[in-house]
């Protein structure tokens, strides 16, 4: 083989490993990762025109209540919550355009948006979120109540993805396809660093299935975490069909 030859080969050969390489990725996540998210509504997911709802938590001196309109085709966010000093505020932006907003917009609003959003739909996230590592870590004993359940390890990589990077989101996962419990690890430094909760209150909200009551501990304080006012408007309809 000629050193021309040898050159086109090696070229080749790294053209093929770059683009084969994240399909060859996506083929190792386990079913597991797709199952679940068929349990939460994944496949009526695209008939969602917005999701409604308020996300509450209490711990040892915090109790916050942040309520908001998510246009998931948009990516529009409407937020109604208050500021550090209690002030009522209200904002509505698109998240593709975030540039462009206020500072708090950026620096408060839309960061607490991909927190609550991800506790209200993680489990399509464990399916969406390509940067994801997941695990099915196979039948285990359950954290905090009794009996077991199949552990799935969701990592997310130091460099991006997740509400922190480097986050690891294990899920507690029954027979029928819901998390019954998680421990929660952040990757940065930011507090709570670990959460162990349940996942109940199950409702339907349209065809999307949700938890609405998490409790359990962060940081070993005692946590509540619930959702209420849960709503889905779908695709060609003005009305809100609440959760129930």
Same mark, same amino acid.
């Given at each position: ?15 093929v ?8 990725w ?6 597991i ?15 969602? +025109?917005?999701?409604? $709802? @308020?996300?509450?938590i ?6 916050? %209540?942040?309520?908001? /309109?998510? #246009?998931p085709?948009?990516g529009?966010?409407s ?14 932006y698109v998240?593709?355009q ?15 948006f991909?927190n ?23 039948v ?7 009996g077991?359940?199949r ?7 130091? +460099?991006?993805g997740g $509400? @922190? ?7 507690f996962?029954? %027979?029928d396809?819901? /998390?019954? #419990?998680?421990i929660?690890?952040?990757g940065?430094?930011k507090k ?13 909200a ?10 359990g501990?962060?940081d070993?304080?005692p946590?509540?975490?619930f ?7 779908l ?10």
């Amino acid at each position: 083989m000629t050193s021309a030859s040898r050159v086109t080969m090696i070229r080749l050969l790294a053209f093929v490993v770059l683009v084969l390489a994240p399909t060859s990725w996506a083929q190792k996540r386990p079913p597991i990762a797709e199952q679940i998210a068929k349990t939460y509504g994944l496949d009526s997911f695209g008939q969602i +025109e917005g999701i409604r $709802y @308020t996300f509450n938590i209490q711990l040892p001196g915090l109790n916050v %209540s942040r309520s908001w /309109v998510w #246009e998931p085709k948009t990516g529009q966010v409407s937020y109604e919550g208050k500021d550090k000093d209690g002030k009522p505020v209200k904002a509505t932006y698109v998240r593709s355009q975030l540039n462009s907003q206020p500072a708090n917009v950026k620096d408060e609003i839309e960061p607490a948006f991909v927190n609550d959003q991800y506790w209200l739909v993680f489990p399509f996230h464990a399916y969406w979120d390509s940067s994801a590592d997941v695990q099915d870590l196979g039948v285990q004993k359950l954290p905090l109540g009794k009996g077991s359940a199949r552990r799935v390890a969701v990592k997310y990589p130091m +460099e991006a993805g997740g $509400y @922190t990077p480097g986050d690891t989101w294990e899920l507690f996962v029954g %027979s029928d396809g819901r /998390v019954e #419990e998680f421990i929660y690890h952040r990757g940065g430094p930011k507090k709570p660093s670990v959460v162990i909760a349940t996942w109940a209150g199950y409702k339907k909200a349209g065809p999307l299935l949700v938890s609405t009551e998490h409790r359990g501990t962060a940081d070993g304080k005692p946590l509540r975490l619930f959702f209420s006012n849960v709503s889905v408007k779908l695709t060609g309809s003005d009305t809100w069909m609440n959760a129930q």
